[in-house]
């Protein structure tokens, strides 16, 4: 069993920048491609970046390209969000999620391929 632990979110204004992070507990954590998901409020959640086991290869929705940056840190067992020009529409509860056996980093949009979940982090932009 892996455990997730996101940390980081909190009220941010309209413009501003936050960079989450999540912590993993398993230590063959450089096996894992690692995502980041959001869900908002009467919302489905949604992909917003991935990042292959190596950190070689990653992966943005569109929307979020140019604003946000996914990477990693596998001596640390933690991937991280940086997000810049905040909106209120990145208001969200934020997920990272591992997927074990990753081959290709269009793999890492897909909800269904991951096989543990982080608990989620609060982030609200204010404007």
């Known amino acids: 069993q892996v455990r997730l632990v996101e940390s980081g979110g909190g009220v941010v204004q309209a413009g501003g920048s936050l960079r989450l992070s999540c912590a993993a507990s398993?230590?063959?954590?450089?096996?894992?491609?690692m995502g980041w998901f959001r869900k908002a409020p009467g919302k489905a959640r949604e992909f917003v970046a991935g990042?292959?086991?190596?950190?070689?290869?990653?992966l943005y929705a569109d929307s979020r390209k140019g604003r946000f940056s996914i990477s990693r840190d596998n001596a640390r067992k933690s991937v991280y969000l940086q997000m810049n020009r905040m909106t209120s529409e990145d208001t969200a509860v934020y997920f990272c999620?591992?997927?074990?056996?990753?081959?290709?980093?269009?793999?890492?949009?897909?909800?269904?391929?991951?096989?543990?979940w982080g608990q989620g982090t609060q982030v609200t932009v204010s404007s």
């Open positions: 999620a591992a997927a074990l056996g990753v081959r290709f980093v269009r793999e890492l949009q897909s909800e269904d391929r991951y096989d543990y």
């Open positions: 398993e230590r063959t954590f450089n096996m894992f491609g």
């Open positions: 990042i292959t086991s190596s950190g070689g290869e990653t």
